[in-house]
């Protein structure tokens, strides 16, 4: 399976982003996409996730502001990030988690700069 994500760059605070991840190659029906992120100097963390049966999780510091979406005929996931801060700057990482053989793969990863 491969992640191609898109949609980062600099914005200032307050603006919006929406990133997007397209998955691509042998694929199983029960699958979880989400989105990490790594600021620098900081470990990954989780921002946001949602299953192939429409199950979302979200970050406690994001709920209210990112938005995530899927079209699991495309195979995409979608982050739509509003109300952005200066704390949301980091390289935004695209998982895919499948059940069948619980396989983990990560794109390449997209930089989202929020100035102050």
């Known amino acids: 399976v491969q992640l191609q994500a898109s949609g980062g760059g600099l914005v200032q605070a307050g603006g919006s982003l929406r990133l997007s991840c397209a998955a691509s190659g042998s694929m199983f029906s029960i699958n979880v996409m989400g989105w990490y992120r790594q600021a620098p100097g900081k470990q990954r963390e989780f921002v946001a996730s949602i299953s192939s049966s429409g199950i979302i999780n979200y970050a406690d510091s994001v709920k209210g502001r990112f938005a995530i979406s899927r079209d699991s005929a495309k195979n995409t996931v979608d982050l739509q990030m509003n109300s952005l801060k200066p704390e949301d700057t980091g390289v935004y990482y695209c998982?895919?988690?499948?059940?069948?053989?619980?396989?983990?793969?990560w794109g390449q990863g997209t930089l989202v700069t929020v100035s102050s």
């Open positions: 998982n895919r988690w499948e059940e069948l053989f619980r396989s983990e793969y």
